[in-house]
């Protein structure tokens, strides 16, 4: 018995090593004054069209059948979810919609084998296309076909070999932008996935991320991440970088996750992210979202349930989306002039796949400027007297009217962008002595 305990133990520990998918690799990186959106669905459910909220049982104990919520003969499956703070003098900056499912074969069964143990088996057959679905944005009464990009399908690998989960992306700025209303609802259909039941549970849905433009925000840095990675015995670090966060005053920090397969029932799933005070990793939670079952099969936005969709589960099965404020209370965990931070996801018991990432923070206004003008003018305000009065003694400063200056000197001058910095006042500032290496030896 004890032989047999420690083979299947180690025959368990080698298949979730093999579970491995695709490395997160950056996709999109935006400098801009604006803010991100968040919405979207799942697809499959104990219901056709009714919210599923019970807690207590564990996805795979589930027959799920596709959700098909539009009356539509060209869908066999469709969700809807609505966005509506979105004002008129937002401009859409980036749109990209994520679909994940769970998708061994098109229908599971299970079975007891020796009074105990439950087998899962399908006709081990799926439709090999999983990139094309079908998308509709408000007022529009038809569906518009999307071909999106396969990031990770497991089908055609010997990974994930009890479920063969996969993702796609599809880029639909232009499909925002052209359309007459922002707000509203969003419809996407025919997203393939496993039907009734499989190991660990039947899971699939859709996600869309959306930055816009607006300059009643603040500087920010937007950054997203496609990839595909199951985070099982093992611990998953994400590093974000190349931003640089404000100098002084409070730093608001967020972060949006899209995973798969998250039990609401099972615990020990977690997300944390790395204190440079502490020189430890905290744990992130809000009061939909504990520390230790932070992938709860939920579609949250901060700290409350995202119920404007239909159907609108409080239990998803095995789907979560999610926006979540990273506290920083004193800049402790995203501090002042902070170049870089790290999210950690980790488990014991609750398997889960991450598959979207992005993060978003308040950035230096120097650095922004510096990625977003080609010609600047930097503020910089000198209030050291001896240094000024060393400058005023080993210096000869000759000095010239701005009336006599060439016309087309001035000219460039007032083309140039200026830089608002905070604390320092509005004029034309001269930095020298500047040095650089242009190449390293």
């Not at 409350?304 to 099965?317: A, K, Q």
């Not at 992005?358 to 910089?380: G, R």
Request: proline content about 3%; some cysteine.
């Amino acid at each position: 018995m004890k032989k047999l305990l420690l083979f299947i133990l180690t025959l368990f520990c080698i298949v979730s090593h093999g579970q491995q998918g695709v490395p997160f690799k950056i996709n999109k990186q935006f400098y801009i004054k604006g803010a991100s959106e968040l919405i979207g669905n799942n697809i499959l459910s104990v219901h056709k069209n009714k919210p599923y909220n019970q807690k207590t049982i564990t996805n795979d104990l589930l027959e799920l059948k596709y959700i098909d919520i539009d009356n539509n003969k060209t869908t066999f499956s469709s969700s809807e979810a609505n966005l509506s703070n979105h004002s008129k003098d937002r401009n859409i900056k980036y749109a990209g919609l994520y679909w994940s499912a769970i998708y061994k074969y098109e229908k599971g069964f299970k079975k007891i084998e020796d009074e105990r143990f439950y087998v899962y088996k399908g006709n081990d057959k799926r439709d090999p296309t999983i990139n094309e679905i079908l998308f509709k944005t408000p007022n529009d009464s038809k569906y518009k076909a999307v071909k999106g990009q396969v990031i990770y399908d497991s089908y055609i690998s010997e990974e994930f070999e009890d479920t063969k989960p996969y993702v796609c992306f599809a880029d639909v700025t232009h499909l925002l932008k052209n359309n007459k209303s922002i707000n509203g609802t969003y419809t996407v259909g025919n997203i393939k996935a496993t039907q009734g039941f499989i190991s660990g549970g039947c899971a699939g849905g859709w996600l869309l991320y959306v930055v816009y433009e607006s300059e009643e925000e603040t500087p920010k840095y937007f950054t997203t991440y496609n990839g595909f990675e199951s985070v099982n015995k093992q611990t998953i670090d994400i590093d974000f970088q190349s931003f640089k966060t404000t100098e002084a005053g409070d730093i608001k920090t967020s972060l949006c996750l899209g995973t798969l397969e998250g039990d609401q029932k099972l615990k020990t799933d977690m997300c944390l992210i790395f204190n440079p005070t502490s020189k430890t990793y905290i744990p992130l939670y809000n009061k939909e979202r504990p520390a230790k079952n932070f992938f709860n099969s939920k579609i949250t936005s901060y700290d409350t349930l995202y119920t404007d969709r239909n159907p609108n589960s409080s239990n998803t099965l095995g789907f979560d989306v999610l926006k979540i404020n990273i506290p920083n209370k004193n800049n402790t965990t995203i501090a002042n002039n902070q170049t870089g931070t790290t999210i950690r996801l980790k488990t014991k018991a609750d398997g889960f796949n991450m598959f979207f990432v992005a993060f978003e923070t308040e950035i230096s206004p120097i650095f922004y400027e510096s990625k977003t003008n080609t010609e600047t003018i930097l503020v910089v305000e000198n209030t050291n007297n001896k240094l000024e009065e060393n400058i005023a003694e080993n210096t000869h400063v000759e000095t010239k009217d701005i009336t006599t200056l060439d016309n087309s000197v001035l000219e460039k001058m007032n083309k140039i962008k200026s830089s608002s910095i905070p604390n320092l006042k509005r004029g034309y500032y001269l930095i020298t002595n500047m040095f650089s290496v242009k190449k390293m030896p």
